[in-house]
């Protein structure tokens, strides 16, 4: 069992995991629903992240500064 | 003790040709024989690492087998809890921390829990039990998993294939590792036609020289009995006449945890209705069909190996696929005759050997679990559903 602190980093891996990696904007939005759930990014971000699900190659904190959204603590 | 003796007077028919060609019996066999009783949807060795699934489609029916995060093998309905959508739409791959629903993107934990619904602020607040996957009820055998989508009438899988387990055991199945994948092979015709073939060897001298000239003369074959059939054949002493044969007899060399007495054999355990697991001193394998409609069904299979074979077992294994090719292939072709003399309304049913008593008693668990298959005449396709249910009520009373 991984304690929360490692499930926490875990996600961290996997939200900032490389682009163009095959499967990588499925694995960027399932990591932003556990922080969306946590209450570290807003309905709006996790929305990017859906968006960007099937598309390996968008950078979603590009596409969230491109909508307006802050992503002061995606950057952080 | 199984007692595997065939009885000195016994009815010869096979199944009415009816059985073969009822759209309405098809639907009851999906409910009553294919959902309510254990089927394989791979072996261990297919999910290496967290994440990994296996999916398996049949009757209508949708499975994921995934290994969690802490290991395990868990078995879940692929189907969305939102729309009903399949949540993983590959056969098999790997999901690093979650499965996503590729229609509206609700995320799911490996654990089967719902980690969050798409648009949440669309939503009143969700618990993650309530939405979870549904559940799938599964078990590993010998490094097989199978999953059942409902009760039925056969016990644990580890009861039901208890008679084998002895023998099983010796072969270590459960180290073993893939080959080359899940195969899927579609065939025009239904699916008992395949099984009435693969249940008995009397057409092995005529169709299958391959076999023949590998283990003929030893064959013999066990009925089903309490859901599970036995067949085997022991290399024959000749080098072999044929190319595969002569070198795989040659090749193929004992493993040093058999007994001798398997170690030049393959053996054959059917599980009614439609799998079974083959075992050569090389190889373990499962084949096993299911109805893609009335006269088309799919064959699925998977080969897996010791991981530490030498290239001398590698050759005996590539030897034994091209004999294993061969006679599937043949296989096709008779059961392409068979069902088609189903139809024929000259045709006056099967009139079985004593060694195509396997055939028969596979016969007797389908009409142990439906007596419809005993009603002669094709009763008309509306009445097939109310017939089934009136005469299984009669059997229970």
Known sequence: MTSEAEDFALQKTHLSCELGVSGSGARRYAAAMYFYVQGHITPEILEIYRRCCHDDVEDPIDLARFEGLPVDWLTR | MRDTRIPNDWDRKGLPGWCYHSAELLELEKEEVFKTHWQIVCHVSDLPNSGDFQTLDMCGERAIVLRNAEGEVRAYHNTCRHRGSRLV?????????????????????????????????????????EFALLALESEIWNGFIFVRFKKGPQPSVAELLGPFSEEAAYFRMEQQVP?????????????????????????????????????GSTYEDEPYIDGISRSQGRYTPSQGRRWAVRNYKKFSKAQDFLPEDLDKTWIYYGIFPNAVIAITPETSLFYQEFPLGLNKSVIRSATYRYPNEDRQQKAARYLASRIDRETVVEDIQLT???????ASEFFQGFYLSDLEYGVRSHHDHLRAVMPIYNVEEAPKEDDVRALSAQLQSSEAS
């Open chain 2, 89 to 129: 739409a590959e056969d098999h791959g790997n999901c690093p921390s979650a499965m996503i629903c590729p229609f509206h993107g609700w995320v799911y934990n490996l654990d089967g829990t719902l980690r969050g619904a798409a648009k949440p602020t669309s939503y009143p607040p969700m618990d993650k039990e």
């Open chain 2, 179 to 215: 080959t080359d994948g899940i195969w899927n092979e579609e065939t025009p015709v239904n699916w008992k036609s395949i099984r009435d073939i693969d249940n008995e060897g009397y057409h092995v001298a005529m169709a299958h020289p391959a076999l023949q000239d590998l283990y």
């Open chain 2, 336 to 342: 392409i005759w068979s069902n088609e003399a189903m």
